[in-house]
């Protein structure tokens, strides 16, 4: 009687917990559904305040700025700084002087050294003078006073910039600007600056993680004796030198709020037009590989630069991605953790490149515009026929099917395109590959150089795209931290912050909106 007294207990016992688990369910699920359907409703008119604004150019930049944007993975740390603030770098530094050639003449506009930036030592007693130019201290740029000097410095301005008035941009671009600024870029000392300037720039524009490509290796602006650049190719001086930036990113982040702080990874970069890459490409996947503090903040390892070099000395067989595809493949096998991105396709005719970068082991594809495109492409028409019509060679080619297969990221650069290949900011083709599976997120490439940001690179995707919903901005900004070269707990901490910050946004914007 007893046993039968106890197991009675127990069964009354058991139906109450059940009973009480059932009831805080049914408590638990209404709230739970509840919270969901607030969310979905404030998304909801979210969207409806974009559609609403998106034809205002103001309102719309405003919305967009303020927008958390996820990631930028495709950004040039030499290209990033202005022309203005290129003065004040030059003009701050404590190592070297600085001056500007200017021309006293009509120039070339691909003539590298017009407008060039001069390094010499402070106690330097000569400077390297060259015919028909004068050199002009940044300080006098930088502060003009007579309109003399105005107009100097407005010339200087329009010869570091692309503008949509270029008739031959890509060759002004890869055979002048980079070389104009280089004595500036290259400056150890400035590139500390530059990368607390990107980490500020990033929290300004609501970014939370940045993949800033440079060198991995430090400059020297006062140049040298032939040879001399490779006695830093090694690894314990890009181990002092990328620990030296590492230290730049910290102290600017701790400038910022700790919630608010963004996360950087480097993209070492290596120019395929260069001979160099031989040598520097192995020391770049020992360091990428590290199991470190600085192996940690490499994201991975990046070939840059004119994909169709005409350059006697070098030719195509450095330039293309064929003569160094078993080299690649061999440190690949050596280093497998290491992440690689290429840039290909940045061009309006078809060629093989984005093909052969995948077969590289290329995780994400800079640029990748010719995709669009077939054998008998011609110009850029062809794009601009592709993008706005429904039979387009989407889908069709192998490099498609792979990168939808496999998840690869295009890195998608508009303006950069608009510059530098004439492609229309509605025949971007962008949209085409988000809708088709394949990931896209949105890069300025080199803002200073372009006169962009990334606020201004979602501004002009939803201009020029007047279908373009919310969802599908979400999902390009949500796509940048999904794809960052980073370790998986890093990615999920990034994307559950982003998710976090979108639903506060989102909430805020239509607080805002109820007002008005």
Known sequence: ??????????????????????????????????????????????????????????????????????????????????????????????????????PNQSYRADDSEAYQFVATSPNSQSLPQKKNTTLIPVSQLLNPQTESERQHKEKYRQALMISEAEPDPNTVFFKATFARIDAVTSNPEIVHQTLADVVQKAHKHHISYVEPMLSPFPGNPLGGNKGDEY????????????????????????????????????????????????????????????????????????????????????????????????????????????????????????????????????????????????????????????????????????????????????????TSNHLLLKVPFKCHPFKKWLRMGIPVSLNTDDAGIFGTNITEEFAVAVESQPDLSWEEVKKIARASLEHAFVSESTKTDLIKNWEMQINQFEAAINQESLKS
């Open 231 to 414: 006695k830093v190719l090694n690894v314990a001086t890009a181990r002092e030198y990328l620990g030296s930036l590492i230290k730049a990113v910290k102290q600017a982040n701790q400038q910022l709020p700790e919630n608010e702080r963004v996360e950087v990874r480097f993209m070492l970069s290596f120019r395929r037009t260069s001979a160099k890459q031989f040598t520097q490409l192995p020391i770049a996947f020992e360091l990428a590989a590290a199991n470190d503090e600085i192996g940690k903040m490499i994201a991975g390892i990046n070939l840059v630069g004119n994909e169709y070099s005409t350059v006697s000395e070098i030719g195509q067989e450095i330039a293309q991605p064929d003569n160094i595809s078993n080299y690649i493949l061999t440190l690949r096998r050596l280093y497998p953790s290491v992440r690689l991105s290429i840039h290909a396709g940045e061009s309006d005719q078809w060629d093989w490149h984005i093909r052969d970068s995948i077969l590289l082991g290329a995780e994400r594809i800079g640029h990748g515009v010719n995709l669009v495109t077939s054998p008998e492409s011609k110009s850029v028409k062809q794009i601009c026929d592709a993008v706005n019509s429904d039979t387009t060679f989407l889908g069709k080619s192998p490099e498609e099917l792979l990168m939808r297969r496999r998840g690869i990221l295009i890195e998608a650069c508009p």
């Open 1 to 102: 009687m007893k046993r039968y007294w106890q197991l009675l207990i127990a069964f009354i016992i058991g139906v109450g917990i059940f009973c009480g688990i059932n009831y805080g369910e049914s408590l638990f699920l209404p709230a739970f559904s509840r919270e969901n359907s607030d969310r979905q409703k404030i998304s909801l008119q979210t969207k409806s305040y974009f559609e609403k604004i998106r034809q205002d150019k103001e309102q719309l930049r405003d919305f967009l700025q303020k927008m958390p944007k996820g990631g930028e993975l495709h950004t040039h740390l030499s290209g990033d700084i202005t022309p203005e603030r290129l003065l004040e770098l030059a003009a701050q530094s404590k190592e070297i002087k600085y001056f500007v050639r200017v």
